[in-house]
C-alpha cells in the first residue's frame, strides 16, 4: 500500500524488517517491501575467487567511505530501469545527513567506479544498491565494506534479494522469520563504522581467506 514516508518512518522501518521502494523512477509513490525470501550476504562467508583477489591486490585503485554519497545514489540510479526515484533519493540523502545512511566509494584517479550504499542501525547493515563502471568496481567495494563491516562489530549484512552476482560472492536467500529473528538480535547490539578502512586490498583478501 502506498504510503508517505518520512525519514524517521523509514528508519523505523528498517527496525521492523521492512524497506521501500518505487515502481520506477518517475514514481515518488513508495511502498514497503518484506520479501518471504531474504537476501543476506554472511559477514563471515564472503567468497573471493581468485579473480577477484587479483584484482584487490592489483592496488590501481582507491577506497574511500562516506566521501560521496550523493554521487554513489546517482551512479547506482543510472540505469535503464530503476526504483531509486526523486523521493527515495531525498530521504536516503536525509539519512546520510543524520549520519544513519553510508556508501563506500571505488575511485581510480578522479573517477568513480564502484560503489555500494545502504543503512546502518545497530549491528545490522542494510544494503540498498551497487553500481559498477568497471570490471569488479562494485566486487571490490563489497570486499571491502564486508571487512570494514566485521572489523566493526556488525553481525548482519542485508541484501534485501539475492541475484546471481551476489550469489558468486557468498550471498544467500533465508526465510522472513529467520532475517527478522537476526535483525532482532543485530538491533540489540551496536556497531560502528568510524575505523580505519582496511590497509589495502592485501589486507582485505587474507582477513576473508582467514576466515572462510
Known amino acids: 500500500m502506498p504510503v508517505t514516508i518520512t525519514p524517521d518512518l523509514l528508519l523505523e522501518g528498517y527496525r521492523a524488517g521492512v524497506f521501500p521502494m518505487a515502481e520506477h523512477r518517475d514514481d515518488d ?19 573471493i575467487s581468485r579473480s577477484l583477489a587479483r584484482a584487490l591486490r592489483r592496488g590501481d585503485y582507491q577506497v574511500t567511505l562516506d566521501a560521496d554519497f550523493t554521487a554513489v545514489v546517482d551512479a547506482c540510479a543510472d540505469r535503464p530501469e530503476t526504483w531509486i526515484s526523486g523521493e527515495i533519493r531525498r530521504l536516503y540523502l536525509a539519512l546520510f545527513a543524520r549520519g544513519a545512511a553510508h556508501s563506500l566509494e571505488v575511485w581510480q584517479g578522479r573517477d568513480l567506479v564502484g560503489g555500494v550504499y545502504g543503512v546502518a542501525i545497530g549491528a545490522a547493515f542494510c544494503g540498498e544498491s551497487m553500481f559498477s563502471r568497471r570490471t569488479d568496481g562494485s566486487k571490490i567495494a563489497l570486499a571491502w565494506l564486508v571487512t570494514h563491516l566485521r572489523a566493526g562489530g556488525f553481525t548482519l549484512f542485508d541484501t534485501q534479494f539475492i541475484t546471481p552476482h551476489l550469489g558468486s560472492l557468498g550471498g544467500v536467500e533465508i ?13 540489540r547490539d551496536n556497531a560502528r563504522l568510524d575505523h580505519p578502512l582496511p590497509a589495502s586490498g592485501q589486507d582485505v583478501v587474507q582477513r576473508n581467506t582467514q576466515t572462510s
Open 175 to 187: 526465510a522472513r522469520a529467520e532475517y527478522h529473528r537476526l535483525l532482532r538480535a543485530a538491533l
Open 29 to 47: 509513490t513508495l511502498f514497503w517491501v518484506d520479501p518471504r525470501r531474504r537476501g543476506v550476504l554472511p559477514l563471515g562467508g564472503f567468497h
